[in-house]
């Protein structure tokens, strides 16, 4: 047994929101106990209470998740300001969570504690990792290279980092009863899992492959032996860059294939560097994109297909939407037709929960490295019941 639910509110009130998400929850559950479940929410709630509350419905509950910049599911869809919570009732999936602390003084060692934690209470080997870390006290990039080599670089790692609503003061990341910044929690999946994911961005390259030959972290300083600065404005001239320099994300490339994008954050004119929201390796191969409304859209139904291509058994039973908050931004409006997009290929009864991300973490195939993304969409589904051939 694999059963999923979901809940889902947008009653400024927390006492009232949680109420109603954890009757939805008990009614879609009816004798089943959870063993896991994530809770996604936005800034302004009583996250005490939250997690109190579900708590006392569901003691001992492996629980994780984060603050967002907009939050999904398949009971409302596209929300801003609300609560939205999946659990996890299963006999043939073992769901156990994690916690690193103090990740803005050693990223690497909060992941690894987090990793450490879960395996602990864990009784076969990890097939699957989620995590929901905060964004604003430290490094994305290190985070996932401490989960990377506490897991091994064959254990797919989906998430995204816990966002404020685009205000950049604090974001709370949640592990069992407890509200906390500065962390990583994580949600290790082991036993009878199935799963499948999907990435595209719906940014396009439109320069040349050009290679990094001076950086430090997220600061680039030269591309092809010229000022990053240049090297923008080479292509996209000195007026467009100035204007919408941060709709021109990077192109970094993992293969001849396949890539990854940087988001530009600011520049410096006297020493020609550009910042950019994560690390750029020194020599990454790389390229300037541009991207349109509709492409940015479309970008969220290519996430699921492939998704769904790559699903190994009958059908999903659960899906996990992240996207971009950045993305969102751009759509404005349009936001919420990411989601409406997503669902014409699901079934109308399959539970969908997800958040909008300040940075989004998945590979970028099947069986690849797990990446750190941004202005990107990813698609989790899972379940458990296999394809039967012959």
């Known amino acids: 047994m694999f059963r999923v639910v979901v809940g889902h509110s947008d009653d400024p009130d927390s006492q009232n929101a949680i109420a109603e998400v954890l009757q ?3 009614r879609s559950l009816g004798e089943s106990i959870p063993q896991a479940g994530i809770l996604f929410t936005a800034i302004d709630f009583d996250h005490a209470l939250i997690l109190q509350r579900i708590q006392d419905a569901f003691p001992g509950i492996e629980l994780i998740g984060g603050t967002t910049n907009g939050e999904i599911s398949s009971i409302l869809e596209f929300q801003q300001d609300s609560i939205t919570l999946m659990l996890f009732a299963t006999d043939e999936v073992e769901i156990r969570a994690g916690i690193g602390r103090g990740a803005s003084k050693n990223p690497n060692l909060a992941a690894q504690e987090a990793i450490a934690q879960a395996k602990a209470k864990s009784t076969s080997q990890p097939q699957l990792c989620l995590t929901f870390p905060d964004s604003l006290t430290s490094n994305g990039v290190l985070i996932l290279e401490g989960l990377k080599q506490s897991l091994g670089e064959d254990i797919p790692i989906i998430g995204g980092m816990a966002a404020d609503d685009y205000t950049f003061e604090k974001t709370y990341q949640f592990f069992q009863g407890e509200v906390l910044s500065d962390s990583v929690p994580v949600l290790l999946f082991s ?18 492959r050009s290679r990094v030959t001076k950086v430090n972290g997220n600061v680039v300083y030269e591309i092809d032996g010229q000022r990053a600065l240049d090297f923008y404005q080479h292509y996209l001239g000195a007026e467009r860059f100035a204007s919408n320099y941060a709709i021109h994300a990077l192109a970094v490339f993992e293969d001849q294939d396949h890539f990854y994008l940087r988001a530009p ?3 410096d004119q006297q020493s020609g560097s550009i910042t ?3 690390d750029i390796p020194e020599q990454a191969v790389v390229q300037i994109t541009d991207a349109t409304r509709d492409n940015i ?4 139904e290519a996430s699921l297909k492939i998704a ?3 699903y190994p058994g009958v059908e999903p039973t659960a899906a996990l939407l992240i996207s971009c908050a950045a993305r969102r931004r751009i759509l404005g409006t349009f936001a919420r037709e990411e989601y409406q997009l997503v669902k014409t290929h699901l079934s109308e009864t399959l539970p969908c929960c997800g958040f909008y ?6 590979p970028l195939v099947a069986g690849g490295q ?6 990107t969409f990813v698609t989790l589904l899972m379940g458990t019941q296999r394809l039967v051939y012959g």
Do not use: D, M, R
Not at 191 to 208: D, E, M, Q, R
């Open 24 to 26: 939805a929850c008990n």
């Open 191 to 208: 036993g009878n899992i199935l799963f499948s994911h999907g990435v595209a961005s719906g940014w396009t390259p439109i320069s040349k």
């Open 265 to 267: 954050h600011s520049y």
């Open 276 to 278: 950019f929201f994560s």
């Open 297 to 300: 859209l479309s970008a969220s």
């Open 308 to 310: 769904l291509a790559n």
């Open 357 to 362: 991300a300040y940075g989004e973490i998945a």
């Open 370 to 375: 797990t990446q750190f993304h941004n202005k």
